[in-house]
């Protein structure tokens, strides 16, 4: 597969695994509240977007509310994109991505009781009622990736001395790296689960390194869970493409995206 085309998809997985299944969590220390309604806000002004400054650096994993926990199918849908620079800016890629629009991509992912670390490298449950729920991100992200990319993947893996940094490994000695630098949560008074995270990414291997800022901004809803042929949650995420201060277009774009991607999301639960 050409570099070119990889770096292309891989823009495409970072828009979506930053809703972030891709690290296993360590240790909760820290988990930024937004100001109240702001995210909310935010997903309502799409796609008149620019960069949230209400973030803070991120320490831990993202935790979920209890009703997300367990084992799910995910259908998710891309419904829109839009390049606001165009034609002036255009992220590599971006036309290459229409091809995904409105065609569902399933995949299965798990949330799961924080674990911590015992014994070296051993990773177990941490024996608590109040544990929080985080992603199994190390499983979900290697299924989504595979989902796109089939057996190119290789393995997902988590930097043991960071939870926020984890590598996706693929043939031919390919590699993404993504660190997450900052995030936000908001819960509405509705019941939405909104969060924010930011991702520093680095695509490396056969060529010039390519580098760029991803923000995702996704709202979870629970529906009823009665009935097994309708999704049990439902989510509207909203992932943005920002440059990197390498890219010589940096300062043009300044605090704007240059791609903007959101997609609907529908989980299934899975049989027990």
């Known amino acids: 597969m050409k570099i070119h085309n990889l770096q292309n998809i891989f823009i495409m997985l970072a828009l979506k695994v930053i809703w972030s299944f891709c ?17 909310s806000e935010r997903l309502a002004h799409f796609p008149q977007w620019e960069k949230l400054t209400s973030v803070r650096p991120a320490v831990g ?8 926990m367990g084992s799910w199918q995910v259908k998710s849908t891309l419904i829109d994109l839009v390049a606001p620079l165009a034609p002036d800016i255009v992220t590599p890629g971006f036309e290459g991505n229409r091809q995904y629009l409105n065609k569902p991509i399933s995949f299965q992912v798990r949330f799961v009781r924080e674990t911590t670390p015992h014994s070296g ?3 177990i449950p941490r024996i608590s009622h109040k544990s929080a729920v985080v992603a199994d991100r190390a499983f979900n992200g290697l299924n989504l990736a595979r989902s796109y990319l089939g057996d190119t993947v290789l393995s997902v893996k988590v930097d043991p001395n960071s939870p926020n940094r ?3 490994f693929l043939r031919g ?14 819960t509405t008074r509705d019941g939405k689960f909104i969060t924010i995270e930011v991702f520093q990414q680095l695509f490396k291997g056969g060529g010039r390194p390519y580098f760029n800022t991803v923000e995702s901004t996704t709202a979870y809803r629970r529906l009823d869970q009665l009935n097994p042929v309708n ?9 943005a493409i920002y440059l990197s ?4 277009n940096y300062f043009a774009a300044l605090s704007r995206p240059v791609a903007l991607y959101r997609y609907r999301l529908e989980f299934f639960p899975e049989s027990q």
């Open 166 to 168: 984890q590598i996706t």
């Open 61 to 68: 994993d993202l935790v979920y509310p209890n009703w997300i």
């Open 121 to 123: 490298l051993k990773i």
């Open 231 to 239: 999704p049990a949650i439902e989510a509207d995420q909203i992932t």
């Open 245 to 248: 201060p390498q890219d010589p």
């Open 173 to 186: 000695e390919r590699q993404l790296v993504s660190i997450v630098a900052a995030r936000a949560t908001e």
């Open 23 to 39: 690290l296993i969590v360590v240790f909760l220390l820290f988990d930024a509240e937004a100001q109240a309604g702001e995210l």
